[in-house]
């Protein structure tokens, strides 16, 4: 499984969740490049994310470049997946559950608290889904097909309380998973920052999780 190691930058504490140059500039970038199910679905866009922390939240910023960007969704708890998508799965060591955030090109944000992907699922209230900042490049008005390569960008900001973290006692690590997918795009795919072995699509896997280290 893949690790890596969140930089605290002290900047973040300030800056506005517009400006990434903070990010790009500190930190290295990872790839989410795993096309784990290439007999049924080989796409895959150009994708990268940039993670870092500030004392009390977590910053990722992704960008993309993918063929017939989508974002039909605008209100939080739509089904998101189905848009140009990228998601951050992630769970605290020796915790029963574990969180999806997913976020489709114009920022739109499905979250939840959930034991498996149909098991005990509780979703985020409307107030913590908005302490979940968002910018998109793109705006945040929904659209329909952009013909052609689009790149986008997306930038998040999750407070580590929501993530049932205690700022001033964080864990040494978290386990996670990246995914970029757009299920009802042109262009379907399912690709992943780790690898997942199934023999379907299935991005609610824990045990595929890697390492994000403090």
Not at 10 to 38: C, F, G, M, T
Not at 99 to 108: A, K, P, Q, S, V
Not at 176 to 197: E, R, T
């Amino acid at each position: 499984m893949k690790s890596f190691k969140i930089k605290y930058l002290k900047e973040l504490d300030n800056v506005d969740i517009q400006d990434a140059n903070w990010i790009l500039k500190e930190v290295d970038s990872q790839y989410i490049d795993n096309v784990n199910w290439p007999d049924q679905f080989d796409t895959l866009p150009a994708c990268n994310f940039w993670i870092a922390r500030s004392v009390s939240a977590l910053y990722i910023h992704f960008s993309i470049n993918e063929e017939n960007v989508q974002a039909i969704y605008e209100t939080d708890h739509d089904p998101v997946w189905q848009d140009s998508c990228v998601e951050f799965f992630c769970k605290i060591p020796d915790s029963e559950r574990y969180i999806n955030f997913e976020f489709n090109c114009i920022g739109t944000c499905l979250a939840a608290i959930r034991k498996g992907r149909n098991v005990e699922v509780v979703p985020f209230s409307m107030d913590k889904m908005q302490k979940i900042e968002r910018y998109a490049t793109l705006g945040s008005k929904a659209f329909s097909t952009l013909k052609g390569e689009t790149f986008w960008e997306l930038t998040v900001k999750i407070p580590f309380e929501l993530m049932g973290m205690d700022q001033n006692q964080l864990p040494k690590k978290l386990f996670a998973n990246f995914y970029k997918c757009a299920d009802a795009s042109s262009k379907p795919h399912y690709v992943s920052w780790n690898k997942i072995d199934t023999p379907t699509p299935d991005f609610h896997r824990p045990e595929f999780f890697g390492d994000l280290e403090f």
